[in-house]
């Protein structure tokens, strides 16, 4: 586990040789000693052996990584799932064209999208966790000591499956004996928990074209709201600042219908995600005021999840007050939408 | 200038057809009604009418961006110049393969280069940009009603011919009475300066491999902290918490040897640029103190700037302090190294 933490910003950077320097750089067409890797037909190739990542989500824009090697490629009930080992950001996890992780820069996704709200509040005891198949949201969680229970419902098995043979140190949330399984609709799951079970709801999903599609909509949220003790929170995954306003901006009309207590918007970096960063909405239902923007539970104050987990990569206290405030542009859509 | 205002991330994003989802998007291999715009030799390109911008000092991946229409092709003497009309992030200025600026994120780069410095000190008066052949920092400094007098030395007059003719919102800076442009080596023009000229530097350089190389050196530093106030204050631009950890560390040293004030670091999101951030050193000569994290000269609390330059897209006091919270992995290692 103590070698997970090299991995965030450390990889060694290749020193450019003199002759590659001042524009005359050469498209590096081949991997492999030579050969091209061959990429599975669904799996978009802009330069042979190099993943890109196209999508009418961010049409005329693509981030490619070079392929090293073919790990994985199968097809769900739901998706295509390929994992692919790349030169510089180490292992990828790609669900129906899209870079869900690499292993040099998941800790930002998962240990924002879960700390942000688990901070928030005192001694979250009951966790739930919508889609985040491949554990490292369950990781993140199993940090907190306070936590008794922790539920994920996870819509397709075959990322389960994939993340325990290909990214141990993600799945290795899993592992926890306070983590229970359930892999079906999460919409439906939410439907049939008694009102008022969980102290926070973690929704780890994709984007909203695809099976995630319904966690982005007003009924999902009044699941979750219900499914939430009064004061309870929620984080969801919510696009990016960049792209995606004309989306966050109906999150952001939907959940301040649905959630009577705060409503708020953090971004992080994650580079190999379109336009480079993430955001998540954070809402609380009515009860206790949650004040998202002080964390009051710190995780980076307690050392005792080290120890199995390695130390953080990339949340602190400081970044997450730091995670909300947007830029002008985004902070005037976004708050004149989220106040009450 | 108002519709300027209206870029920054609020481009329409077309939602997705519904055969366009689920894993099956083809490649869009052409541009302008089928034919595929050619594209400069020198231009790197993966898609057949994308331009994608690979280099040495971020392997194994690359960006990439659909071209409408080149629009200009040059060599200056010291680099490639190429603008482009993307498809969906605006004109695109390239140097040597890398972009400089896209009309659609270039706020985010100019007014946090300019108004992190520029507000963390009280009147700034004299300043001095090194680069910025653009004139977009020049835009913001002059938003600065303090301000008297503004150097910039940039060593490409093509840049500047450039950006005069294809970004005329952002080459408006050029257009203050209080703005004097020198063309030439601004490691030499700093030499030439009388000791404690400024109150603020600003260096806006391109990666340290081609012509801004020595930018990035100490001896350039001793010039640019000797050119400075008591108590004036440096920004230079400083590469990616993901990417470049290890010029970054080199840089912090170098300062933290080179200025007696205070030594941080802050990064902000800028789409178009490797790993999707950019960062930022920022340090004060000894003198009157400077915290950086607070900002005692709020431009955004000043309004008489809008009418010439249009709204501030980006940048706002909250994001100001925001953006000198790091990552744990980065702030483990910038500030052990910037301590005193």
């Keep these: 586990m103590a070698e997970a933490a090299q991995s965030a910003g450390e990889l060694p950077v290749k020193r450019p040789r003199e002759e590659e320097v001042n524009g005359a750089v050469s498209v590096e067409m081949e991997v492999n000693n030579g050969a091209a890797a061959e990429l599975p037909e669904c799996m978009s190739s802009v330069i042979p052996g190099w993943f890109s990542e196209i999508s009418p989500m961010w049409p005329g824009e693509a981030h490619s990584l070079k392929v090293e090697k073919i790990l994985y490629q199968g097809k769900s009930d739901y998706q295509n799932v390929i994992v692919f080992q790349s030169s510089t950001y180490g292992k990828v996890l790609v669900l129906d064209g899209v870079i869900q992780l690499t292993e040099r820069d998941e800790c930002a996704y998962q240990e924002m999208i879960t700390h942000l709200p688990l901070c928030s509040i005192p001694n979250p005891r009951k966790v739930l966790v919508i889609g985040g198949g491949d554990g490292g949201v369950l990781r993140e969680v199993s940090r907190h000591a306070s936590v008794e229970k922790i539920d994920i419902c996870e819509i397709d098995k ?103 207590g705060s409503v708020n918007y953090a971004w992080t970096t994650v580079p190999t995600y379109p336009s480079g960063v993430i955001g998540f909405m954070l809402c609380s239902t009515e009860g206790p005021p949650v004040e998202f923007k002080n964390p009051i539970n710190p995780i980076d104050a307690d050392e005792s999840h080290v120890k199995t987990y390695g130390p953080l990569k990339f949340y602190n206290s400081e970044i997450h007050s730091a995670a909300f405030c947007l830029p002008s542009f985004a902070k005037k859509v976004i708050e004149s939408k989220a106040a009450k």
Tied chains: 1, 2.
Excluded at 219 to 225: I, K, R, W, Y
């Design 158 to 260: 075959m990322v389960v499956d994939v993340s325990k043979q290909f990214f141990p140190n993600v799945a290795v949330g899993f592992e926890d004996p306070r983590v229970t399984l359930h892999i079906g609709d999460g919409v439906a799951f939410l439907k049939a928990v008694p009102e008022g079970t969980y102290d926070a709801v973690i929704v780890d999903s994709s984007d909203p074209i695809g099976p995630a599609q319904e966690l982005f909509e007003k009924p999902f949220f009044a699941s979750v709201a219900k499914a939430l003790r009064p004061g309870g929170v929620v984080c969801t995954q919510a696009e990016s600042i960049w792209l995606h306003m004309h989306i966050i901006e109906d999150i952001v009309v939907n959940c301040r219908q649905v959630f009577k």
